[in-house]
């Protein structure tokens, strides 16, 4: 379960180009991925 939890984070920065995008606090994308979603 824990390499399944793994392989969905790895999954989803692919999709995202991009490790953590909504953890920068001064990032404006931020909104934008949380409208998107």
Partial sequence: MHEYEQNQILLL?????APIPYMSPSSHNKDNILLSQ
């Fill in 13 to 17: 920065s692919q999709t995202l180009n």
